[in-house]
T-cell receptor
């Protein structure tokens, strides 16, 4: 079945360093790839997304890259800060009747002060 | 303020009981979703609804039921048939491609 693999499951970085989280998807029909940030005890919030007709998108310290041929997409956070500590989920979806997201298993990011 | 409200935040259920989790949105979104979140796993889809009076099973619908009588409301019932209901439950609604999540309900079987 369709799935999204996400790595690593945990990531610790020093404040100011960069963090990279990678996802691989299986459904070649996927055309929308959002990233969500979930803080403790809260629901996930969209932080950035990318569509299949774009290879890279950047929003301040956050960027996402997409390689459709390899079915890989990655989240890059530069100049990490303690408030970046959270669980990050990638997802892939395709419009086949309805938007049905397949989520990765999550990455717990810890930014060490 | 527009958004999605889930209640209660914490819920305790005795074995053999049915419980209903509330999800209300005032965003005027047609599509709504229920996900289950377990440690070390991604969000798994339980049920979804694209329009009032219509809903579809997701990947792990067994032991759950839903209704969609109003656009604003999409309650989830966890029945006694769900053998391992302890989890964090998330409701979401969809605008275009963006999913908006509620704050979640943590259900614990005691």
């Amino acid at each position: 079945g369709e799935n999204v693999e996400q790595h690593p499951s945990t990531l610790s970085v020093q404040e100011g360093d960069s963090a990279v989280i990678k996802c691989t998807y299986s459904d070649s029909a996927s055309n929308y790839f959002p990233w969500y940030k979930q803080e403790l005890g809260k629901g996930p919030q969209l932080i950035i997304d990318i569509r299949s007709n774009v290879g890279e998108k950047k929003d301040q310290r956050i960027a996402v890259t997409l390689n459709k041929t390899a079915k890989h997409f990655s989240l890059h956070i530069t100049e990490t800060q303690p408030e970046d500590s959270a669980v990050y989920f990638c997802a892939a979806s395709s419009r086949t009747g309805t938007y049905k997201y397949i989520f990765g298993t999550g990455t717990r990011l810890k930014v060490l002060a | 303020d527009g958004g999605i409200t889930q209640s209660p935040k914490y819920l305790f259920r005795k074995e053999g009981q049915n419980v209903t989790l509330s999800c209300e949105q005032n965003l005027n979104h047609d599509a709504m979703y229920w996900y289950r979140q377990d440690p070390g796993q991604g969000l798994r889809l339980i049920y979804y609804s694209q329009i009032v009076n219509d809903f579809q099973k997701g990947d792990i619908a067994e032991g759950y039921s839903v209704s969609r009588e109003k656009k604003e409301s999409f309650p989830l019932t966890v029945t006694s048939a769900q053998k391992n209901p302890t989890a964090f439950y998330l409701c979401a609604s969809l605008r275009g491609t963006e999913a908006f999540f509620g704050q979640g309900t943590r259900l614990t079987v005691v």
